[in-house]
Every structure is written in structure tokens, then in C-alpha cells.
């Protein structure tokens, strides 16, 4: 019985082999190419790669390397292509495949070299220099690069003497020369990153390790850090794209998802804050605001950021007292900054205090002598330091440059008792509540009309004799007098 199950077995593992086998047949009829159609590839290849149609060159070559795996030269074309797209990692297995192939092949062994030395691994690469010129003694390219490879080698042991010393100076001008000589080594870009982050340069680190973290198959560690630096200097949409790239690599990156969590709340905060605004929901915005600055109470920018945009927004909502003090904080926190400079000029124009608004907008001006909306602020404010000088019409009634149209009807009301000359005996008190009366009767006439109110807020005073065409004769603008007929009975109607 034994023997029988044996038999069995036997017999079906046969047939299994058998079937392998006629498979194998069946898919080398699928993938195998004649010679014929290889070169037709490989033909193609090159008048694609001729033309610069790279990704199409490359489909051509893929075909030919599968055609026909021990044609060294079809991995040596296809290398080609991929150092053309400036895909080096891709070319160097098929470089490696065609120096197996064919160990004699010295341009395969000097463009790999040459890969290998850029990716800052001087000792495959000097192999590569040194198995040239042991065939072939007068190859100059080689040995040229032997000699940059043993620079290197030199410059990299240097770099690092300098950095352990903590001399991050001289680090950083070695490592200049390092990277000019291995572009691709990820090593180097950030050691003198972490250098200039330590030389308070995050920038210029910033600069290393863009192309540094994609420079590694696993980078993570460098995504994160470069997300840190650029959540730092409050490049919050930039650092959210970085740490996503840590987190393709490894989801469950503790660090990096921790890192993520924070500034994909705050950035998130930051443009409703920003939607917001757009809206004219002022409130709404300040409140979001001062979430983002609980969110992130750490970092300057943020903070300077956010009292900023609060500024603005009580400014929109003639919150003039407040958005001072918090306009005021935002300058001693940016002081070249030209648009708080602007907002705090408002508010001081709110405020009805001209002259620090003419100052804030003058300050504002030499950070930015084209800025236009600065420009026209500032001759506003002019305007209104020098109408305030003659008359304010805000002043005389008492009332705010917010002050509804029953607010300023109720304070004209009380002026106009006070201050009706029927109310003196004397000539001399007589002739100053006439000056009075009249200065008050023109404060309600300019500021209950909205046209009138309008050019006075624009820095003109639309009863000023001097801003009227063909007003002569010493008659009142827009027909108004508030003296009826010669006798002066001052008869008039509280509406």
C-alpha cells in the first residue's frame, strides 16, 4: 500500500514537471523576440532618445532588454536613457548587469564610476578609475576622475575633523567643495545642513535638505526636520507636504504622525481664519485666530501672524481702542512690517488722532515707497490732520467717527440748546454761541448727509468756501444757513 501511494506521488509530481515545462514553452513563445525585432527596439530607442522623447525611448529599450538578457549592450543603451532623465539610481543596476556581462566594457565601468562619485562613494568609484587604467593607462577621463575621487576622499575626512570640533564654519566651506564634486551624496548635504541650522541658517539648511530627503530611499528623519525648519519660519502649507512624505514612508512613524497632527491643525485654523476674513466675518476670524496662537504658543511667527490679522480685523469692526493696543503689539514684534503699520494708522484715524496716523503711514512708506494703498492712506491721513486743524466736525458734535445717524441727531440736539444765543444776554457771549451754534448746526448738516459725511471722512470739508466751484458771494454750499431771513430769531426744527 505503501508502495502504491508512492507510485502515486511520483506520477503526480511527473505530471506537475510536465506542465512547468510546457508552460515555460508557452510563455518563451509570449516574451521571446527574434533578433530581428530587437534590433528593431533597439533602433527605435535611438532615434526616440535622438529626439528627446525620453519615457518613449525607454518603453523601447525595456522591450529590447527583455528580448535578449545577455546583450550587455541593451543595459548599457538603457542606462543611457535613464541618466538622460536624470534617473542615476535606476541607471546604475543596469551599468553593474553590463560590467558583469562583459567585465572589459570600460565606458560601462567609467559612467558608473562617475555615478558612484557623485553619490559620494569614492572607494567603488576609484575600483571602477583604477580597473580602466589598468586596461587602458592613457585614459584621461579616467584618471581625471581618479584624482577627484581621491580629492574627495581627502575633503570628506577633513569635513568631518572640522564638524566633531565644532567648527561648523570651515565645515560648511569644505563641504562646498564636497558637494560640487558629489552632488548625490546625501551624507554631505546634511551634515552642512545641520551646520548652518547650528549657525541659526535654517534657510540655507532648508536648501540641503529638499534635495537630501529624496536622495535616500528611507529618508524620514530628514523629511521631519525639514517639516520642523519650515513650521518654524511659519511655511506651514510647505511643512504639512514634507512630513506627508515622512508619513508614505512609514504611516506609524510616531515622531513624524505626532508632527503632522500639530500643523495640520494649525494650518487648518490658519485658512478658516483667512476664509474668514474674505467673508467679512471679522469676529469670527479674531476668534480663530486666537485658537491658532493656543495651538501653537511656541513659535514667534504664529504669534506675530495671528496679532496681526486680529489687528486688521478690529480695525474692519471700529474696535479702534483694542486693535491699537493689539496693532501695537504686532509692531514691537515686526516692526518693518507695512501693513500693521497701515491697520494701527486706522485705527488711529478711528481714534480721530491724525497725527500718529500720518506718522504710521509716513513709517510704512519707506519700507515701501511703490505701495499705492500706503500712499493714498497717507494722504488721507494728511488730509484729515489738516481738515482737523480748521474744523472736525466729529470733535464739535463729541461723537465718534462710528456714530450712527440717531447718535449725531441726539448730540446736536444738546449742543444746539447749549449753545443757542438766546440763551446769553451779553453781545460778547452773544457773538460766541452764534459761532458756536453755527459750527454745530454745520457738524449735523455735513455728517447726517451721506454724500457730505462720505467727502469729510475723505479728508475734504464739503462746506469749506475753497472746495466749492462757483460758490462766491459768501453764500452757504448745498443751500444750507442756519440763520433764516437777517434778524437772526435762530428758529429751527430738531429732525
Known amino acids: 500500500m505503501e508502495s502504491s501511494r508512492r507510485r502515486g506521488v511520483s506520477g503526480l509530481l511527473s505530471s ?15 516574451l521571446g ?5 530587437i534590433e528593431q527596439h533597439l533602433e527605435m530607442g535611438r532615434k526616440l532618445l535622438a529626439a528627446g522623447q ?13 528580448g535578449d538578457s545577455k546583450n550587455y549592450l541593451t543595459y548599457y543603451k538603457r542606462a543611457a536613457v535613464f541618466l538622460a532623465m536624470g534617473k542615476s539610481k535606476s541607471a546604475l543596476p ?3 548587469r553590463a560590467i558583469q556581462l562583459k567585465p572589459d566594457f570600460l ?33 584621461e577621463e579616467a584618471r581625471n576622475q581618479l584624482h577627484k575621487a581621491e580629492e574627495l576622499e581627502e575633503l570628506q575626512e577633513e569635513a568631518h575633523k572640522a564638524y566633531h570640533r565644532g567648527d561648523y564654519t570651515t565645515t560648511i566651506q569644505v563641504l562646498d567643495r564636497v ?63 514634507e512630513i506627508r512624505e515622512c508619513l508614505k514612508l512609514d504611516q506609524d512613524d510616531k ?16 485658512e478658516s481664519a483667512e476664509e474668514l476674513i474674505s467673508e467679512q466675518r471679522y469676529q469670527e476670524a479674531i476668534d480663530k485666530y486666537e485658537s491658532a496662537m493656543r495651538t501653537e504658543p511656541n513659535v514667534p511667527f504664529y504669534t506675530t501672524k495671528a496679532k496681526e490679522r486680529i489687528c486688521f480685523c478690529l480695525v474692519k469692526i471700529k474696535e479702534a481702542e483694542q486693535a491699537l493696543d493689539t496693532c501695537s503689539e504686532a509692531h514691537q514684534r515686526d516692526p518693518q512690517n507695512i501693513n500693521i503699520l497701515r491697520d494701527r494708522a486706522e485705527a488711529y484715524i478711528q481714534l480721530q488722532d491724525y497725527e500718529k496716523a500720518v506718522e504710521d503711514y509716513q513709517e510704512a512708506r519707506e519700507f515701501d515707497q511703490e505701495n499705492q494703498e500706503i500712499r493714498e492712506g497717507l494722504e488721507r491721513a494728511q488730509k484729515l490732520l489738516k481738515l482737523s486743524q480748521k474744523r472736525d466736525y466729529y470733535k464739535i458734535l463729541g461723537v465718534s467717527r462710528n456714530a450712527n445717524k ?57 462746506l469749506d468756501p475753497e472746495n466749492q466751484q462757483g460758490g462766491g458771494g459768501g453764500e452757504w454750499p448745498f443751500g444750507f444757513n442756519p440763520f433764516q431771513g437777517g434778524n437772526f430769531h435762530f428758529k429751527f426744527h430738531y429732525n
Not at 54 to 66: D, K, P, T
Not at 207 to 220: E, F, H, I, V
Not at 255 to 270: D, T
Request: net charge negative; charged share 30%; aromatic share 6%.
Open 16 to 30: 506537475l514537471s510536465l506542465l512547468c515545462v510546457l508552460l515555460d514553452l508557452q510563455l518563451d513563445g509570449v
Open 107 to 139: 565606458a560601462a565601468r567609467i559612467q558608473r564610476g562617475n555615478i558612484l562619485l557623485k553619490q559620494g562613494n569614492t572607494q567603488e568609484a576609484r575600483e571602477d578609475f583604477e580597473a580602466v587604467l589598468q586596461r587602458s593607462p592613457d585614459q
Open 179 to 241: 558637494v560640487e564634486l558629489s552632488p548625490w551624496d546625501p551624507e554631505s548635504r546634511e551634515m552642512r545642513a545641520e551646520c548652518h541650522i547650528r549657525l541659526g541658517e535654517p534657510r540655507k539648511a532648508i536648501l540641503d535638505l529638499t534635495p537630501s530627503a529624496r536622495l535616500r530611499t528611507d529618508n524620514r528623519a530628514a523629511f521631519l526636520k525639514l517639516s520642523r525648519l519650515l513650521y518654524d519660519l511659519g511655511e506651514h502649507h510647505d511643512s504639512l507636504s
Open 94 to 96: 543596469d551599468l553593474t
Open 54 to 66: 525620453l519615457a518613449e525611448a525607454l518603453s523601447h529599450y525595456h522591450s529590447a532588454v527583455e
Open 255 to 270: 515622531e513624524c504622525f505626532a508632527h503632522y497632527k500639530q500643523v495640520k491643525k494649525l494650518n487648518k485654523q490658519m
Open 33 to 37: 523576440l527574434s533578433p530581428v525585432e
Open 406 to 462: 440717531q447718535e449725531i441727531i441726539k448730540a446736536y440736539r444738546k449742543l444746539a440748546q447749549q449753545w443757542h444765543p438766546d440763551n446769553f444776554q451779553s453781545e460778547a457771549e452773544k457773538k460766541e454761541a452764534e459761532k458756536k451754534f453755527i459750527d454745530i448746526a454745520s457738524a449735523k448738516e455735513v455728517l447726517t448727509n451721506p454724500e457730505m459725511r462720505q467727502k469729510f471722512d475723505a479728508g475734504e470739508d464739503p
